[in-house]
């Protein structure tokens, strides 16, 4: 019996790959590992629901696109924070109003939820008519965390959105 190889991740350090929407005319950068088949559900995927679509990175990070419906970034905050108020689940919210993400401006939430007390950091903008909202939601598990290649699931929202670009 042969001894089975380890991957060497830490060749992947610093690295990206470029995920593109050609939909929606967008593109941000993620961990090249993820390109790697042993990652590839930490890879950026996109998928529709109803009239929106959503584009997860492993199982915490996710960014949806919906239709504004002419609300502005603010009017759906407000909205969704009505909502989130309405239900005792949500506690520690702090919200950021014309908060900057690489070239983006925007709402920042910050909340905690359900009983386990699992962090939320949500960041809201629009964009023509729709509304972007990129979200890392903790579920345990930090199954995409790559220590070698220094990649770790907390740091995949906050490299979405430093590199988010529109590409038209």
Do not use: K
């Not at 959503?54 to 909502?83: K, N, W, Y």
């Amino acid at each position: 019996m042969s001894p089975t190889a380890t991957p060497d991740f830490a060749r992947f350090e610093g690295a990206f790959s470029t995920y593109t929407n050609e939909e929606f005319g967008f593109a941000f950068d993620y961990p090249a590992v993820y390109d790697e088949e042993l990652f590839l559900l930490c890879a950026p995927r996109a998928y529709v629901s109803g009239d929106s679509t959503h584009i997860e990175m492993g199982p915490g990070t996710v960014l949806s696109i919906l239709p504004a419906e002419g609300r502005t970034t603010d009017e759906f905050v407000d909205q969704t924070l009505a909502e989130m108020q309405a239900s005792a689940d949500y506690r520690d919210l702090e919200v950021g109003r014309g908060a900057r993400a690489g070239n983006l401006v925007g709402v920042s939430l910050t909340y905690r939820f359900g009983a386990l007390n699992r962090l939320a950091l949500v960041f809201v903008f629009t964009w023509r008519d729709h509304v972007y909202v990129a979200q890392y939601l903790t579920y345990g598990g930090f199954v995409c965390d790559v220590p070698e290649a220094s990649v770790y699931e907390l740091d995949l929202l906050s490299l979405m959105l430093r590199t988010f670009r529109f590409t038209r």
